[in-house]
RNA sequence: AGGGGAAUAGUUCAAUGGCAGAGCGACGGUCUCCAAAACCGUCAAUGGGGGUUCGAGUCCCUCUUCCCCUG
């Protein structure tokens, strides 16, 4: 019998947070108490040969812990949401069917949100073309215009998305050409749906100030490491930079700096900067959705650490949720 | 010490004597198929004192600070 509050639901567990929060870490410990294994949610470290500007999880710290959805693609093939969610949909169910539990980390709020709640995306692959061709149409019309022609079909989207805003503005009628919904009430009806899972989601915290220097000296140590080399290297193969997987932080700084556009001081100076932008829009991303527990940490705490704290919550809950279960049963 | 120049938002720069603006930043937000992307909003300044003028960031005097040159 399914019923609300995650009783006959499979367990997801979710460890977010924004960048350099220590969340891979503290993945693989509490993947080690309790036996599950681990789903990068991540847009970038899905591409082979992009390690060091990603900083992804390397194998010995692993620790023995089977990872999905790293490497699996070559820096130029399509990658996108949809793709995303099947994908970690199909190993959320292997990983079920081996009785163990899945970890979903990583710090694409959106991309957690489309497994975390089952988003509906249609199958359009082919329509890459519709797609250009409203792109262009944009960018003859002009903002203005094109807001026009959106609010005859789709009054709700055009008032929620503001003219300048070319890819939504694209999306949006492209999604009513396509399927001859508007956009705005589909995605009114995704954000009503509740977890397919018995949900887990926890988003690492820190103070501002510490994380925003972790940052600064995470990206020293990237170029000590070899940014430098694993971009040129990257290019040498034929990787352009205008590809979406060279528009990653460190990636399209590092490419401008190789082509001679700035000094190198000047690309760490903007990765650093870019970095902090993009850890506070995590960070706003992960306020608005309710679901979010956050687990406030300092520096001191131990991956270890952190791991129980999370377990015991998630312990606590898990035995709230058999009690009601088992009450219902008795009913 | 003498001579010259500068002083405007956190920062880099604007502004015929006539409503002090912009970029970067900091802060807040949006997001349901490019999301490490894209987009929006808010904050914030004329170094101090005096004068001229209907009106001074702008002209004059003075103090302070900084830069350059000479010694």
């Known amino acids: 019998m399914q019923s609300?509050?995650?009783?006959?639901?499979?367990?997801?567990?979710?460890?977010?947070?924004?960048?350099?929060?220590?969340?891979?870490?503290v993945?693989?410990?509490?993947?080690?108490?309790?036996?599950?294994?681990?789903?990068?949610?991540?847009?970038?470290?899905?591409?082979?040969?992009?390690?060091?500007?990603?900083?992804?999880?390397?194998?010995?710290?692993?620790?023995?812990?089977?990872?999905?959805?790293?490497?699996?693609?070559?820096?130029?093939?399509?990658?996108?949401?949809?793709?995303?969610?099947?994908?970690?949909?199909?190993?959320?169910?292997?990983?079920?069917?081996?009785?163990?539990?899945?970890?979903?980390?990583?710090?694409?709020g959106f991309y957690i949100q489309s497994v975390a709640f089952d988003s509906e995306f249609e199958e359009m692959e082919i329509d890459r073309t519709l797609r250009r061709e409203l792109e262009k149409e944009y960018d003859e019309l002009g903002a203005a215009s094109f807001h026009e022609m959106l609010k005859k079909v789709d009054a709700g989207a055009a008032k929620s998305i503001h003219p300048n805003n070319k890819k939504r503005m694209v999306r949006a009628l492209e999604y009513f050409r396509l399927t001859g919904e508007r956009i705005s009430e589909h995605n009114a009806k995704q954000r009503a749906k509740r977890s397919p899972?018995?949900?887990?989601?926890?988003?690492?915290?820190?103070?501002?100030?510490?994380?925003?220097?972790r940052i600064d000296e995470r990206v020293d140590k990237l170029v000590e490491a070899g940014l430098v080399e694993e971009v040129n290297s990257l290019l040498m193969?034929?990787?352009?930079?205008?590809?979406?997987?060279?528009?990653?932080?460190?990636?399209?700084?590092?490419?401008?700096?190789?082509?001679?556009?700035?000094?190198?001081?000047?690309?760490?100076y903007?990765?650093?900067?870019?970095?902090?932008?993009?850890?506070?829009?995590?960070?706003?991303?992960?306020?608005?959705?309710?679901?979010?527990?956050?687990?406030?940490?300092?520096?001191k705490d131990s991956a270890q650490d952190v791991a129980k704290r999370i377990l015991d919550v998630i312990k606590k809950d898990s035995s709230r949720i058999q009690e009601m279960k088992t009450h219902e049963d008795g009913v």
Request: charged share 25%; aromatic share 10%; net charge positive.
């Open 4 to 25: 609300a509050n995650g009783m006959g639901k499979k367990k997801l567990i979710v460890i977010a947070g924004p960048t350099a929060s220590g969340k891979s870490s």
């Open 27 to 108: 993945a693989v410990e509490l993947a080690k108490l309790i036996n599950a294994n681990i789903i990068s949610a991540d847009s970038m470290q899905v591409y082979r040969g992009m390690d060091i500007g990603t900083a992804k999880i390397t194998k010995e710290e692993m620790k023995g812990v089977r990872h999905y959805l790293l490497d699996e693609f070559a820096p130029d093939e399509a990658f996108n949401v949809a793709i995303f969610q099947k994908l970690a949909k199909q190993y959320i169910e292997e990983i079920h069917s081996h009785g163990n539990v899945p970890i979903l980390a990583g710090g694409t």
């Open 237 to 268: 193969q034929g990787y352009s930079r205008n590809l979406v997987s060279m528009q990653g932080l460190g990636y399209k700084e590092i490419a401008a700096y190789l082509e001679g556009e700035m000094s190198l001081e000047e690309a760490i």
């Open 197 to 213: 899972y018995e949900l887990y989601y926890f988003v690492l915290n820190m103070d501002r100030e510490i994380l925003y220097r």
């Open 270 to 299: 903007i990765i650093k900067r870019d970095t902090r932008h993009f850890a506070k829009r995590q960070w706003t991303w992960f306020k608005r959705e309710p679901a979010c527990r956050w687990v406030d940490i300092s520096p």
